[in-house]
């Protein structure tokens, strides 16, 4: 028999923005529990943005989770032997989670420069629809649309 199901933690505002998705931002940034030190990062390449753009960061910073956020996903079925690559949509909570880790691995994974640049960069590209968390998403779309035939083994 299944256990009930665990409580979902409420995560407060940021203190700067008062923003909750921020504070979110700022704990996948978190690396080794050092919150500062990404608290920093993500304040700082808000203010990178806020300069290059003459644009408030939050409402970038929505543009670019709206924008990579994927509506559909692949998932692995196993139907009789075989692997299937099923279709399915991609529900609340778990889309902002995905355009989260898709925004920061492609930061991550720019060369050069200090995080705080590399996130504004990648925050700035997602929210004009560009940049490699958008590619990312786009991937998994097309993905998911190869792979529309097997949409009756969904659950």
Do not use: C
Request: glycine content about 4%; overall charge positive; proline content about 4%.
């Amino acid at each position: 028999m299944r256990r009930k199901r665990h409580p979902k933690r409420e995560i407060l505002p940021d203190s700067k923005y008062s923003n909750p998705i921020v504070a979110v931002l700022i704990n996948y940034v978190m690396w080794d529990g050092e919150k500062s030190v990404a608290r920093k990062i993500v304040y700082d390449a808000f203010g990178v943005i806020a300069e290059k753009t003459k644009k408030d960061p939050v409402e970038v910073f929505d543009e670019a989770i709206k924008n990579t956020s994927p509506m559909l996903e692949v998932k692995s079925k196993r139907v009789g032997g075989a692997n299937y690559q099923v279709p399915k949509q991609v529900k609340g909570d778990r889309r902002l989670t995905l355009a989260l880790r898709w925004i920061i691995q492609a930061a991550r994974a720019r060369k050069g420069t200090q995080m705080s640049s590399k996130l504004a960069e990648e925050l700035m590209q997602a929210a004009e629809n560009s940049g490699s968390a958008v590619k990312k998403k786009e991937d998994t779309h097309r993905m998911a649309h190869a792979n529309r035939a097997f949409a009756h083994f969904s659950w």
